[in-house]
Each structure stands twice: as C-alpha cells, then as structure tokens.
C-alpha cells in the first residue's frame, strides 16, 4: 500500500479541483451514447446486407444521454472558471484541467449532435481526420493505411504465415489472461479482474481495474498474448497508476486527446513486446482505411462491402463497419475514434526516437503515469519533480528498464536516414 504525505495547501487546491474534474466526467459514456441496438444489426443481417440500416436523428433522439447536457457543460465551464481564478492563467496543472474541460465539453456538443453531421465534423476536432498529416509534406494516415496494406498483402501471398486457430472460448481466454496479469503485475490476485461479458462490440474491453471479454469471442494463444500487453500492461496499467496518483486525479480518467496517446502506447507496446502480427495490423489499417473512405462519401453499404471483400462474414463486415458510422447515420461523416490506433503508434514512436536522441530517457516511463496526453510530456516531467505527480508504479518490463529500447531507436534513428527504394534497387540481385 502506497502511503502518502499529508497534502500542502496548494496540493489541496489542486487536488480539489482534480476530483472535481474526475466526477463531473463520471456519467459520460462516449462509446454508450453513440452504440447501435441489437435490433439494427438484427435487421440488416435478416436482410441479406442490401438495406442500410434504419438510423437517423430520431433514432438517436429516442436513447437520451444519461445527463443533462446544458447542465454538464455548465458544470465544467465553471471547473475551468475555478481553475483560473485559484491558480491562474498560467499555472501548468490548471493548464492542463482547463484543456480537459474544454474536451469534454467539445465532447457533449458531439453527442448532443449524434445522427447530424455535425457529429462527424466533431468528432475529426477530438480525434482527427484520416486526411491529416503528420507534417507538411508527409503522407496522411490515409496513405499509411493503403502502405500498410500493400505490405500485408505481399506477406499474405505467401501463405505460410497463417494464425494458430482459434481453438479457445471466452471462458477459457479469461483464464489464461487472468493468470498471466497476475504473473506481469507482480500482485496479490485481484489486482485485476478479467471476466466474461455480453455487452460489448470488441472482442475485449478495457476498464479502470478489469478487462471484459466477449462471451461469444473465440481467441488463439496470440490474440491473448495481444489483450494481455495491450488491454492489460497499458490500458489498465495506466488507469491504475491514474489512480494512484494523490494530487493529480485527473491522470486516472482520459479525454479524447488521451486516447490517441493511450491506444498509440498500447500499438507500440505489442509491437515492441513481439505481440502484434499481421492480421492484428490489418485489422488496424482497415478501420483507418473504412473511416477514409466515410469521409470521402462512401455509405454503410460501401464499407460493409469494403469488409465482405476483405473475406469478413456477413457478422464481422457489419460490426466493422457499425465503428465507422456509430453516432452518426449511415450515409454521414464517421465516427473517427479509430483513427488513434495508428495515429498514436506513429506520434509515440517518434517521441521516444526523440527523447533517446536528445538523450531525455527519463520522460519516457511518464507516459504510463496516467492517461497521459503526449503534449503535456514536459509539464509533466516538472510536476513529477515537484511532487505534484507520482512516477508509474505499474511499469512493463521495456520501459521499466530503457536499455533495448534505446538500442532499437538508435539504430531507428540511423535507419532513418537511409533511401529505401535505393536499398531496394541494390538488394535487387539478392533478395
């Protein structure tokens, strides 16, 4: 057990309005608000997969949000108003607060907007668009997803790369990635909970201290390898170290802008723990390829045929194309949470390629101390060295011990600066 020192009056102020934070946002469900009935899925599968499904602004009119919304966003405006007039414009802590109360006001003027478009046009604010770059002149992420996938297809044409089969239920993933978390966390059992679920899209869920999975799911010993690095050493470790933060609270809960950094830590991390593999990745570029083409027009019934081509059955081409369109209807802008998958990879891995280069290994742990933001990085390294924030006490092993990691991203770092399609045209003879 973590004991604490007793709080000055200034960790006070701010802890107070940290909690505050933590509890206006308690009741907002983004992923709740914007689902789809089972009856809609019910119907457009009885339908062979010809009728888009019946979803407008009444539809979502009739699943009120489970708050008042004017009431909600009141409430964080005057969070940030008690931000500024207790630490002042500039204080980094009450920065950083007073960003996450504008998202999350950005973030129920979405919801108020499910089944128009301004839901979509929201939603690329919070989550970005899949024609964003990196930086000018870089390709988009939409130009990553069509690279990856040209890659995946010449690794597929081989054929002897094909997954283990799918031999384990529901019951029995729960038990494997249940003992194998008791093992990575170094606790007592219980640190945390994986159990059987019905109501979810994915396959897995992440929570504060468990990790639901779908009852009906059926997994291979590498897809729980996978929830175990990704669900599990991220998702639930970085809540974990949220929470036990004694001033800072708000790290225990994330606003969009964290799910970008969250999701890209978790890609990195089964990258880096050897967790991730080709399938995995495909899944990935798919959703960011599907949510390109919704913003470039394309209906439900296009995205859904996009899958049905990519080999999905009826089932898996509507819940794949159900992420893209969810809070929004099936003829409108996507849903683009999705996108933080490889755009978070992408952002991350630059940053620790940047930290090792500039020799700043220590702001690489912080990222798990919380739901962290990556442009917050350097405050948080000063609230660390003021004692505001706590270092991660729940740490995977690459990043408990920085030594291969900084091998791998120097040798990254040279790589970078070598021509690939000159390689390619002098390993021509060879390969």
Known sequence: MTIHKPLDGYQLIIRGLSDRLVEAQTPIRILDAVKWDDGIRAEFLKGGGKVLP???????????????????????????????????????????MRRMCKEYRMVIRMLEARGTPDFGLISQELYGAASDAFHAGDPTLADLGLMFSDFLNNIALRGDLKDEPKTLNAEQAVSLLQSRLNTVFGEEEGTIRVFESDGILADAAAGADYIKIRSDAVFNERDVRALEVHEGLVHVGTTLNGQNQPICTFLSKGPPSSTVTQEGLAILMEVIAFASYPTRLRKLTNRTRAIHMAEQGADFLQVFEFYRDQGFSLEDSYGNANRVFRGSTPDGLPFTKDLSYLKGFILIYNYIQLAVRKGKLEQIPLLFCGKTTLEDMRTLRQLVDEGLVTPPKFLPPQFRDLNALSAWMCFSNFLNHLSLDRIEADYANIL
């Open 54 to 96: 019946k979803v407008d602004r009444d539809y979502y009119l009739s699943r009120p949000l489970a708050f008042d919304a004017d009431a909600k966003k009141l409430e964080f405006q005057n969070i940030e108003r008690d931000i500024t007039r207790q630490l002042g414009q500039f204080n980094p802590v009450g920065q950083i």
